[in-house]
């Protein structure tokens, strides 16, 4: 029976079950198996192949909730150091898929967990939220979980999100919020024909050019307090042409926007509709949100999770909304939320890894949050 004080052994025991999504791998179980001897009630929520679980200990609250994926990405080109789902420790140092990214930080809260009980914590309540689909579609994850939270009146007081935050050394970034993001693909529609009669044809490459250069002509804004300025990059430009002297039908395009507080994925995509249709008639716009903009601004909950972090490690966090989306923009909807976790410098990359002594300092900290936010 693995010590659960300890974050390393069960972060081995995790990153032992091949769970590249959309696969568990047995992952959840080994989870399972150790929230069960904490003794948290386990629920194994499925929602179409997905595996996800909720748990909980106690039934007051205040109540923290802890979310986390057990997913990880494929293990990539074959010049791994050690056996990617082997777990090995060498000089110290973890190595596998999912060390920072983010079995290790499941592990590191389940140790906090154990060593907040061991100390005689028992007031309020602690609970899991994990998914199997971070990595993938998160279509059947963290969505579908909150709202069976929601039914069942489960939703926490405060989320913190273990993804890995920091840049260079533990503790020097939480993630108080995230950028929203919104795709679109435009297709504009011309009159075919021949290029050496232009009179006679529409060309739709123009007018997309014209829109294209309209939409990047100067930035969408200036930022906002605690975001940077939105950002839009054109991803892909096709027209599918292999003739050299036709002027084709039609041209496509396709954008991503990472926008601020300042803006929503349905006013961008408003404001992208109505640029097109100033360099052309007909067109055909599609836009995806992948998750609106958000931000947790500094308080008592954030400073309980700063506060945690200096005492274990001595860094001051700074407080910080840029980088990629993560499962925190649905969490957001229901509660506040903010993440963090390990130095993710190696996340997704051959010979992933986290020190050993850094997953207990992580460990550490997260039992810091847990007594302060439960006292």
Request: glycine letters at 12%; charged letters at 20%; a negative charge.
């Amino acid at each position: 029976m693995i010590d659960l004080l300890d974050p390393l052994p069960l972060a081995q025991s995790l990153m032992r079950c091949d769970s590249v999504t959309p696969a568990d791998g047995g992952s959840q179980a080994v989870l399972t198996e150790a929230l069960k001897r904490l003794g948290f009630t386990v629920t194994p929520l499925r929602f179409g192949d997905i595996e996800n679980l909720y748990a909980r200990l106690g039934t007051d609250g205040p109540h923290l909730c802890f979310a986390g994926h057990t997913d990880v990405v494929p293990v990539g080109g074959a010049n791994w150091r050690a056996d990617p789902f082997g777990a090995e420790v060498r000089d110290g140092v973890l190595y596998g898929r999912g060390a920072c990214d983010m079995k290790g930080a499941i592990a590191a809260f389940v140790a906090g967990v154990a060593q907040h009980l061991k100390d005689g914590g028992t007031k309020g309540s602690i609970s899991f939220l994990i998914t199997g689909d971070e990595e993938g579609p998160a279509i059947d994850g963290t969505v579908k979980v909150l709202e069976w939270m929601q039914q069942r009146g489960e939703i926490p007081d405060f989320c913190l999100v273990g993804e890995p935050t920091c840049p260079v050394k533990l503790g020097d970034m939480v993630k108080i919020g995230r950028r929203g993001s919104v795709n679109m693909k435009i297709e504009i529609f011309g009159t075919q024909g021949h290029v050496a009669y232009p009179q006679r044809a529409d060309n739709p490459v123009h007018r997309l050019i014209r829109a294209v250069q309209a939409l990047t002509a100067a930035p969408i804004d200036a930022g906002t307090d605690w975001f940077e300025p939105s950002s839009l990059q054109i991803t892909s430009l096709d027209v599918g042409n292999t003739a050299t002297n036709v002027i084709p039908a039609s041209a496509r395009a396709a954008l991503n926007i990472r926008f601020n507080d300042k803006h929503s994925g349905k006013s961008l995509t408003e404001w992208v509709r109505a640029t097109v249709a100033q360099h052309a008639e007909r067109f055909d716009l599609e836009s995806s949100i992948s998750g609106e903009s958000f931000v947790t601004k500094p308080g008592p909950l954030v400073d309980i999770l700063r506060g945690a972090i200096v005492a274990a490690t001595g860094v001051e966090p700074k407080l910080d909304t840029g980088g990629g989306t993560s499962d925190a923009r649905f969490i957001a909807n229901y509660c506040p939320v903010a993440e963090f976790g390990l130095v993710g410098a190696t996340m997704h990359q051959i010979d992933e890894r986290v020190p050993v002594s850094e997953l207990r300092d992580l460990a550490r900290i997260y039992r810091g949050v847990i007594g302060a936010f439960l006292a």
